[in-house]
Structure formats: structure tokens, C-alpha cells
């Protein structure tokens, strides 16, 4: 089973298809849902402590906006852990939305740069596309073993 970060990391499509073929998704919901579940945060709905800007850190500059540090203390961590990716470019927001644009550049910059195995897609807009889209990820995700 190898954890693959889905790009955007909103995508329940994305964390579905992966789940299917027995990958761990790496996704801004299952961060989420762990913040919410998690006793002790004093600041809901937010759900952010004042030290997790802090914690982006590691992969911003403190010259970089607040909203990027924060963005990256939830995505850095997935990042790190990260064997294989999808990066879907172009998605329709229905799809999955990322919000920010220097967070996204920062993410694949730093997915890229990790050299580990990509699946780059532009999202579909046609059945046709969607066709090939869906075998382009069935085949990179059976290609990194584990079982459907």
C-alpha cells in the first residue's frame, strides 16, 4: 500500500479511486476530519491553533503570507509523506478546490522536487477525456502495486 497525495486534496473522487486500489489517499478531508475529532482545540470552526502557522514554517518563509504558512502546516506533513502523487491541473471547482494559488505552486514544486512517482492530468471535459482519465489513473495506481 503506498500513500498518495491527490492533487487537489479536496477531491473525494481522487480519494475514492485511490482507496479503491488499495492506496492510502493523502487528503485535506482526512487531515480535517481529524482536527474536528480531536479534543482540545479552542478555536472552532476554524479548528487551527496559533502555533500551526508556525509549524508552516518548514516549508514557507516567514515572508510568505500567513495563509500559505497555515495552508502548509496542514499540507507540508502530507507532502512529507507522500510515496506517490496525482496532480489534476485545470479542475473544475465542483472537482476539488485548492483556494490559493502560491500554496499550489508551493505543493507541486515540492512534489516534484521529492522525486517520487506523478500522475500529471489535466481534468477532463469531455466523456471521451473522462474515459481516458480514469484508465490513466487505474493504470499509474496498479502500476504501484496493491491490490483493487
Not at 482545540?41 to 497555515?70: C, D, F, M, N, Y
Not at 516534484?112 to 477532463?124: A, R, S, T, V
Request: proline share 8%; glycine share 8%.
Amino acid at each position: 500500500m503506498v500513500k498518495v497525495f491527490i492533487y487537489p486534496t479536496t477531491s473525494l473522487i481522487l480519494s475514492d479511486l485511490v482507496a479503491r486500489f488499495g492506496h492510502t489517499p493523502l487528503s485535506a478531508a482526512i487531515e480535517i476530519r481529524e482536527r474536528i475529532q480531536t479534543p482540545g482545540l479552542e478555536s472552532p470552526p476554524l479548528q487551527i491553533t496559533p502555533e500551526e502557522p508556525k509549524v508552516g514554517l518548514r516549508w514557507a518563509a516567514v515572508e510568505v503570507p500567513s495563509g500559505v504558512r497555515g495552508r502548509m502546516s496542514l499540507y507540508g506533513p502530507m507532502v512529507d509523506q507522500a510515496e506517490a502523487a496525482i496532480i489534476v491541473n485545470d479542475a473544475d471547482f465542483s472537482f476539488g478546490c485548492m483556494g490559493c494559488a502560491r500554496t499550489n505552486e508551493l505543493i507541486k514544486y515540492l512534489l516534484h522536487k521529492k522525486g517520487i512517482p506523478i500522475l500529471d492530468l489535466n481534468y477532463p471535459r469531455t466523456e471521451d477525456e473522462g474515459e481516458e482519465f480514469v484508465a490513466a489513473i487505474r493504470k499509474f495506481l496498479e502500476g504501484l502495486g496493491g491490490s483493487p
